[in-house]
């Protein structure tokens, strides 16, 4: 018998099972998909986060680079 890895708990189960007995993922093919589109969706807005994130840094880089003059 086959291990594979749940995708949501990462625990391993039972190429045959139908759902995770630890977490109650669902292996049906609707629900595989359904869980696909949320990890695409997650994988794009942490793109998201970190292209803002990088702007802001370079943006701190820049005003903190700048000498400052107090007169």
Not at 16 to 33: T, W, Y
Request: glycine share 2%; with cysteine.
């Amino acid at each position: 018998m086959a291990l594979q890895r749940c995708p949501e708990c990462r625990k391993k189960i039972s190429e045959n099972a139908q759902f995770c007995p630890n977490c109650g993922f669902s292996f049906k093919e609707a629900d595989l998909e359904i869980y696909k589109q949320k990890l695409e969706q997650r994988r794009l807005y942490n793109q998201e986060v970190n292209r803002k994130s990088a702007k802001l840094h370079l943006i701190w880089l820049i005003v903190s680079g700048q000498p400052h003059t107090f007169t």
